[in-house]
Nanobody
Framework: QVRLEESGGGLVQAGGSLTLLCTVS????????LGWFRRAPGKDREPVAS????????LYADSVSGRFTISRDNAKTTVYLQMNNLEPEDTAVYYC??????????????????WGQGTQVTVSS
């Protein structure tokens, strides 16, 4: 059983920064592709970022490219999302997800096998 737990969300002013963390349980963390997704009020879930199992490939949604950075620490079985220059449009519940077996980074949510419960990020103007 793979479990994911997000933390680090909160309230921040526009232009500010937050770092989200997702701790992943499971014996094969090194083999997981990891991703971040978000769902804003009244909107569909959308991809944010993904990192390959080796950490050598990352993908970003156009809306966050240049502002957000995804990284992973295999020793801590944790994936991070550093968010800079936040905008009110970034307000959403952020979810981390793990995919077992693919290896490559992907922004397609249907590829992911396990999901966390989410953490709220609110950006005030």
């Amino acid at each position: 059983q793979v479990r994911l737990e997000e933390s680090g969300g909160g309230l921040v002013q526009a232009g500010g920064s937050l770092t989200l963390l997702c701790t992943v349980s499971g014996r094969a963390f090194y083999a997981y592709t990891l991703g971040w997704f978000r769902r804003a009020p009244g909107k569909d879930r959308e991809p944010v970022a993904s990192i390959s199992s080796r950490g050598d490939k990352v993908l970003y949604a156009d809306s966050v490219s240049g502002r957000f950075t995804i990284s992973r620490d295999n020793a801590k079985t944790t994936v991070y999302l550093q968010m800079n220059n936040l905008e009110p449009e970034d307000t959403a519940v952020y979810y981390c997800a793990a995919e077992v077996g693919l290896g490559i980074a992907t922004l397609r949510p249907r590829e992911y096998d396990y999901w966390g419960q989410g953490t709220q990020v609110t950006v005030s103007s």
